[in-house]
């Protein structure tokens, strides 16, 4: 009864509720989807379906939450968000499981606790390296934007007030004519009991505005990538080596460059994808139970010259202003398809499904994803090769251009200069690019063949169908894998789905993933062994 009175007679739009720090572009698609803002005092006050707003939520709230009614926030996030309260976390799932298949966040501290031992291993590196200094980052735990950043080589140079991290800064970031970049991810997670977990085909890759200079530690706009320093910096509008003119490139454009020069950015993905799995695994124990919630998270990765990814930060309430061209490409559709994965139907099916209830809501339907009716024409995402394949390897290039549309020209992107493979890192130089297409060999996709049992388990699951001895399979609970340009990257398999199901066995889903990337390159896990 409350749900029909919150949803009006037929035809009625959906509602939703902001405040004054949601972002004009979620108002913007929102209503462009149909549905009605929420006006307080003017309507029922549980009138409305979605409150979206970049502050938190109390936990009177997420309480109080009606069944037809989300929120966009979980609550607890700060435990990932906050970068002293990740560390810790971080380091205590290493403590707890050991080694997470390899170290992805730099030699973290956090002050002043850990002053002492900061000091103790500033000497040590020192000692190491004959008497020269490593470069160490500070950053405040709660500030955002680049604010109140410093690098130093001397430990003099280190000052603070306040909870603050010092890790060891990256000196081999990946160059892009000679520009620093990281990038940022987008992850929602759409509910932490049972976990799950999905990773957005598109975003951004964001680029210093001077070149990178080790010998200048004090030049923002060589060493941080924040838009919001860069945008101010004297050469944002000049057309710079590579890279051209602004910031940002879109993830496609930033993929579309790597493949030019013939990296494998499958297995760089597929790389992130554990980053950001193993990231929020961290935290998922201590999450509260909430209802109707969901999370969108900005991962901030660096990637250095060996193509390993890097954890940096990750983002609450991503920003989501709309700056520059690669802003306005990425972010009213990740807009629209977060809309899509909450309710995984058209804009125009958003009102019937609420009133249909649950049944339905949460399975994309499988037969129409192997059918490829998902896939986005036009599409360079490296991650399309995970997910949207059917079985067929990539050994005719041109077929898989075809059927998958995985590596179209990008019209936007700028002709690149030559990036050369040296050893295992990458160099550039200022040679024309060559004229060979990038080749496609040895892109099997071992991470979609691992996720089709679990396929068609759901597929075929009517209720009866069990992961585990005891676990019935409910097909309207199983996660859609896909949902616009969303992936479901966890659960990925069923032993993960029985792990995060009743309880949350982080031990099994840890093993799962090495077994993961065992499987899909065990050439690497050997390199990596070998040098540990």
């Known amino acids: 009864m409350a749900e029909d009175r919150a949803l009006g007679p037929a035809g009625k739009p959906l509602v939703f509720r902001v405040d004054d720090s949601t972002p004009e572009v979620v108002q913007s698609v929102l209503l462009e989807r149909g549905w009605d803002k929420f006006e307080q005092g003017g309507q029922d006050v549980e009138g409305w379906n979605l409150y979206w707003r970049t502050s938190s939520f109390r936990m009177a709230e997420h309480a109080n939450i009606k069944p037809w009614q989300h929120l966009n926030h979980h609550p607890g996030t700060t435990r990932l968000t906050r970068k002293d309260h990740l560390a810790k976390h971080l380091r205590h799932m290493k403590k707890t499981y050991g080694a997470a298949l390899d170290e992805f966040i730099p030699l973290t501290f956090v002050m002043p606790n850990d002053y002492s031992k900061f000091v103790a291993e500033y000497f040590r590196e020192k000692h190491r390296a004959g008497g020269a200094r490593s470069c160490w980052i500070c950053k405040p735990a709660e500030r955002s934007r680049g604010r109140g950043i410093l690098i130093f080589r001397d430990i003099k140079d280190l000052v603070f007030d306040d909870t603050y991290v010092v890790q060891k800064y990256i000196c081999n970031p990946l160059l892009v004519g000679r520009y620093k970049c990281d990038l940022r991810i987008y992850v929602c997670v759409t509910g932490f009991q049972p976990l799950t977990i999905y990773i957005y085909q598109e975003g951004l890759a964001r680029f210093a505005t001077e070149k990178f200079d080790l010998g200048n530690l004090r030049n923002s706009h060589a060493h941080l990538t924040n838009s919001s320093i860069n945008k101010c910096g004297a050469s944002y509008g000049k057309v710079k ?93 990740l807009i629209h398809d977060t809309i899509e994965l909450i309710y995984l139907r058209s804009p125009r099916n958003e009102r019937a499904e609420w009133r249909e209830g649950a049944k339905g809501r949460h399975s994309v339907s499988l037969a129409k994803l192997h059918a490829g009716r998902l896939n986005k024409p036009g599409s360079t995402r490296p991650s399309e090769a995970l997910l949207q394949r059917t079985g067929r390897t990539l050994e005719d290039e041109s077929a898989v251009k075809k059927d998958l549309k995985i590596c179209p020209e990008n019209k936007h992107a700028s002709q690149p200069r030559e990036m050369v493979s040296g050893r295992k890192d990458l160099l550039l130089s200022t040679k024309e690019p060559p004229r060979t297409k990038a080749k496609l060999t040895g892109r099997h996709s071992t991470y979609h063949k691992t996720l089709l049992p679990f396929m068609s388990l759901i597929q075929s699951c009517g209720g009866r169908t069990s992961v585990s001895p005891c676990v019935p399979l409910d097909s309207s609970n199983v996660p859609g894998l896909q949902a616009g340009n969303f992936v479901l990257i966890f659960p990925f398999n069923e032993a993960t789905y029985g792990a995060s199901r009743n309880g949350l066995n982080v031990r099994r889903i840890i093993q799962e993933l090495r077994k993961l990337m065992n499987k899909q390159h065990p050439h690497v896990v050997d390199m990596e062994a070998k040098r540990r």
């Open 241 to 333: 080596e590579v890279v051209g003119h602004g910031c940002k490139w879109t993830l496609s454009r930033f993929f579309s460059y790597l493949r030019s020069w013939d990296v494998d950015d499958l297995l760089l993905w597929q790389k992130i994808n554990h980053v950001v799995i193993l990231t929020v695994l961290a935290i998922a124990p201590s999450v509260p139970v909430a209802a109707n919630c969901f999370e969108l998270f900005g991962f901030d990765i660096l990637v250095d010259d060996n193509l390993k990814p890097w954890l940096l930060e990750v983002n609450f309430s991503p920003a989501l202003s709309i700056d520059c061209s690669a802003d306005a490409s990425v972010k009213r559709k």
